[in-house]
């Protein structure tokens, strides 16, 4: 089997500090991306319905907490209140 590899030279793939950003190496060649406009279309849609799912009104009711939790841990028999 014959394998290819990628043969970078360390001064482009190395970081000057830690804190520097690791340096990418994109192919922005449209014909080697043949999926790309439907991905972009689909990040749209995800990203329109995430802004509406976190929009203020939904945002309003999570102030006070979730309220899908256990609030009894015992049940009164002869009282069916919590």
């Known amino acids: 089997m014959k394998v290819k590899a990628l043969a970078r030279p360390q001064s ?14 994109k192919n922005l060649n ?11 279309y ?5 990203a329109a319905k995430l802004d509406r ?15 899908d939790a256990v609030s009894t841990l015992a049940i009164c028999r002869t009282n069916l209140c919590p």
């Open 12 to 25: 482009t793939t190395s970081r000057s500090s830690l804190h520097d950003l690791r340096p990418t190496h």
């Open 30 to 40: 449209p014909q080697s991306h043949p999926q790309a406009r439907a991905r972009e």
């Open 42 to 46: 689909t990040r749209a849609v995800t």
């Open 53 to 67: 799912m976190f929009a203020s009104p939904f945002l309003g009711e999570l102030k006070g907490g979730h309220v």
